[in-house]
């Protein structure tokens, strides 16, 4: 059995390209079934920055994370209130071989970097992603909460429908969230699929935001909506 996706266990979590079409996804989903803003878990913004996109969990208990895509590769950092490493600053070595690359993010005052358990980054040229060095305490399964954040992150289908309907208490078709997965366009067919109660116009704002492609942007302008060069 393979070992969970964690700051322990980076060798499954996606590239670049891929991640941040997964986390686009995952923010499409949320925001389909739960047209609430305040009351999703996972978001995405396409127009963060110039020529950056940032993607983010908050789960409303204090969990969340941040996710950063740019030029110069992506970076991650994450807290988990109840974890081992949680304190007051970050654990020793979390933050202290961040790239200088990465210097801006260290500095935004929106991610809260003093209240982060775990960090991790991956320039354009790695092969893979990478963290700090780092003592973790001794005998505990998921020491900076990495291992239940990232847990959603395995790419597949099953775990968003699985999840969403412990934490949603709904029940939707993996046909349509596969449909999601595959980063295919999406239609107001889809969207009904996954919501019946949503109307395709309140969506515009939030497809705007997240940048996931309609059935209109493919393939003409799928790089305005997912370059895979962020």
Same mark, same amino acid.
């Not at 996954?194 to 395709?200: E, F, R, S």
């Given at each position: 059995m393979? /070992?969970?996706?964690?700051?322990?266990?980076?060798?499954? +979590?996606?590239?670049? /390209?891929?991640?941040?079409?997964?986390?686009?996804?995952?923010?499409?989903?949320?925001?389909?079934?739960?047209?609430?803003?305040?009351? &999703?878990?996972?978001? !995405?913004?396409?127009?963060?920055?110039?020529?950056?996109?940032?993607?983010?969990? &908050?789960?409303?208990?204090?969990?969340?994370? !941040? +996710? +950063?895509?740019? /030029? @110069?590769?992506?970076?991650?950092?994450? !807290?988990?209130?109840?974890s081992a490493m949680e304190r007051n600053t970050p654990w020793p070595g979390v933050l202290n071989a961040v790239p200088p690359g990465f210097e801006s993010f260290l500095s935004e005052a929106a991610f809260s970097i003093h209240d982060t358990t775990y960090c991790i980054w991956r320039s354009g040229t790695d092969e893979s992603w990478r963290r700090g060095e780092i003592a973790f305490p001794p005998d505990i399964d998921d020491p900076d909460g990495s291992q239940e954040h990232f847990a959603i992150l395995d790419?597949?289908?099953?775990?968003? @429908?699985?999840?969403?309907?412990?934490?949603y208490e709904v029940e939707l078709p993996l046909e349509a969230i596969s449909h999601i997965y595959e980063y295919r366009p999406l239609t107001p067919d889809i969207a009904a699929m996954?919501?019946?109660?949503?109307?395709?116009d309140d969506l515009a704002p939030d497809i705007a935001e997240i940048g996931y492609p309609v059935a209109s942007d493919m393939p003409e302008n799928l790089n305005e909506t997912g370059n895979d060069n962020l």
């Open positions: 393979m /070992p969970p996706i964690s700051t322990q266990n980076l060798n499954l +979590l996606p590239d670049i /390209p891929t991640l941040r079409k997964l986390t686009q996804s995952l923010a499409i989903l949320d925001a389909i079934v739960i047209p609430e803003w305040e009351f &999703r878990y996972y978001s !995405f913004n396409a127009h963060w920055a110039d020529g950056e996109m940032m993607a983010y969990m &908050r789960n409303g208990s204090g969990d969340e994370w !941040f +996710l +950063l895509f740019g /030029p @110069q590769g992506a970076i991650m950092k994450g !807290f988990a209130l109840h790419g597949a289908p099953e775990t968003y @429908q699985q999840w969403a309907e412990e934490d996954l919501n019946a109660d949503v109307a395709w």
